[in-house]
């Protein structure tokens, strides 16, 4: 059902790009071998064990864009081939090629030079390979799906790479408490696909699930598009298991949902980007699967007016609101020029995505389409649409879900991810657009309002320092005066260690790198992220 | 309302203790300065600033009834007193009476001979406590309502005992937002008024609430009675001001939701019981007040029907279901006997609370009643009555909640508190019973069902070495082998530091005493806690 509410308008709702629903559709089943990534549409170049980079513009070795020194670890030997090749025989790869997709990040925006990559299956094997790295002193980079945004999955320089591709077994689930355990290499719209099909689903969404691994989103505290409902990882994450750099196995993967039995371990590793330790298996609590989902699709008139639709939302949705996402009248325009799709309300200045997951449609719906009258009947929103079944629910959350693809067929893009006030959420957005002009082709806003997620990006036809140096350190500075978070979900990686400061006063800057010489004194995990080098 | 079910027997519903609703009802408002504990009726002995033993029997030292070497810290001396007057003058304590009532536990079971207590009010006064003590190698232990289970909150020699009894402030709510920063010594009772007169609701609840400091709670990782809902405090926490064992004030106080700046350093503190740091100030997300408020209070043959019924209702009531707590007879049996509440319903070998919290009270009355007429018709209840109006709700909460102090009334009491897969969860207590035979008053088991935690209990006239030495080690290693936890949340403190190998691996266990080292060099912040000392 797409319920339409005023003006009638469901003539729009057309889905012109074949290619969209991939995303939502292919991919290996859980416990497949996997040798390629699924959810090619929005990913130009990933770690698929061939080229493809025919007809892409070379992407610059990342120490000639940016200043960085290599640090001195060994390089890697025939001799440390053959001893990799001992441990995982077969899965030792130094074709260029394949090297190729692995060293470069999906954002095509940096490029380091790695010479071997390997595919380990099981933590013994990852166990191993550190031990040997270890000794060695040898920089490894673990990757996942390679889908990060701040180039924190591919190396600087010569690293190892060390993938999870093959690490991608569910080890067990528990039909009951819904407790998945699994490897950290499976794909999490695989796992997706098989919790369902036990009627629960993942506590996390986001729109890379077609290539991401449960690992790197545990590696990297992945928040996305059920946050809003289930919360963090820090909090359904039950156990894991890491290697840590030397090579020791840390066991901590239980399925208890409260364990105080000493300091909680897991978390050190949760949101550490790798720098601490390698995840090779993740326990995680999985919600039951929402009898009824409804998505609204509404355009709304102005910001205040999309903050008070959010109360208005919270207030009379209560327990079943599961998202309230926004973008803005120019993500849509970029959807719709790069993919196609047809926006199905009003051109509005705004737009927002609501959710509600509940376990009785009936009450759900009228719950929502009460939401909707009101905010209707108030002004608020000018135009709306709701949709119960799940392919119009899909094509609904395509609009938001695609931005980001969109958004990379623009152009060169500048990506900040802020933590802010909800009050404030969009001034910058507004701010930027003046302090640029049009250097910039495009400055958007969107994101997770529920969770105070503002997605600020800005398109430019190429690459330009002059560009750079008008948001940088501007866009920090503006974040840090407003208390704000310089990277709400996507982590620091190499791109933002620098601005950690930002964020986190000298005192945590000074105890994270204490803490990162605790665990890894050679400093081999993915060295030149997270942290700032010390001074 | 109560709409009670078949069979009717409304006028068993009495409530013949008149001191039982204090715990909800009497404490300081927040902000006001305390000296005094509320929740008197069930903390025969705890820390209020005015000796409360007579006519008590004397507590054990704890170095003599268990083996504990003090370690080679400095005492306490005149200049150490002068240096703490100069920082905190007229807050410190050092009269025997006053000093008692702080060295003693409150189930009474452990006993320190600590010579001063410090009351300071903000962080910058215990950050120069803390200067103070890490120069002069004084042992400091943390304390906020000494309200803990497991000997965490009490010195186990003459360490300085430092109170957040004064600590009390709100310092902002966000009343879109919901999120509120105070600090660690506010109690959590009075931060549940404040919030629910803004139309929140604190993320946790517990027996112990109107004693218990939200610092406290924080540093034990607290479960509770909202956990099924809301999570742990390792999600709804968001931020955390901590003093460091040598003084340094870290601050990560923010008041985002989503924040992956570098590692998430606030987990470290959260359940390491004072070990790594002292919480002074907590910045935690409250969920919105819940409009309808339902409680079923229900009888079951055997525990498999338990199950069941927690399966039913996990299925049919979905988000609502905000509690599933169960509890046997012999638990009602005390609860009567010792505090002379009635059995609302005919009495069975098993009860369970269900709690619905929705936002509309007519969808979540009609969702409850169909669940209590499902498991009524299909056998898995024999009796139930159900409750909507607030003193309704609480009483019916009230059998459940008072079942420690009916415990601490009947005896000397062992405490288990263990998690275990809920298939499992009350063999334990079979078994026990057969085990320990009439060397046990009583062998209880109650506890979050939900959650998967039990609180396993035995009662006997008194302490006895005998009746120790058949629990223990038997009740960790059945534990053990079910791959549970020894402490679901409890915490390990003082009596259960030993025990952590049954649930961590040695790796784990190593690692935990290197952070440790790291954050405490010199141990001095509750020492003889949590860890076990090293080899």
Known sequence: MVLHLVPRCSARLLWASPGWRRTYTQGASV?????????????????????????????????????????????????????????????VITDPEQLEACNVDWLRALRGCSKVLLRPQTSEEVSQILRHCHKRNLAVNPQGGNTGMVGGSVPVFDEVILSTALMNQVISFHDVSGILVCQAGCVLEELSHYVQERDFIMPLDLGAKGSCHIGGNVATNAGGLRFLRYGSLRGTVLGLEVVLADGTILNCLTSLRKDNTGYDLKQLFIGSEGTLGIITAVSILCPPRPKAVNVAFLGCPGFTEVLQTFSTCKGMLGEILSAFEFMDSECMQLVGQHLHLTNPVQESPFYVLVETSGSRAGHDSEKLTNVLEKVLNSGLVSDGTMATDQRKVQMLWALRERITEALSRDGYVFKYDISLPVERLYDLVIDLRTRLGPRAKHVVGYGHLGDGNLHLNVTAEAFSQELLTALEPYVYAWTAEQRGSVSAEHGLGFKKKNVLGYSKPPVAVKLMQQLKALLDPKGILNPYKTLPAQA
């Open 31 to 91: 416990g497949q071998k996997r040798l390629g990534c699924p959810g090619d549409t929005y990913r130009p170049l990933a770690c698929r064990g061939h080229s493809s980079v025919s007809g892409s513009p070379e992407v610059m070795l990342t120490p000639e864009r940016y200043p960085v020194q290599r640090l001195p670890f060994s390089t890697v030997s025939e001799e440390d081939l053959a001893a990799f090749e001992r441990i995982i025989p077969g899965r």
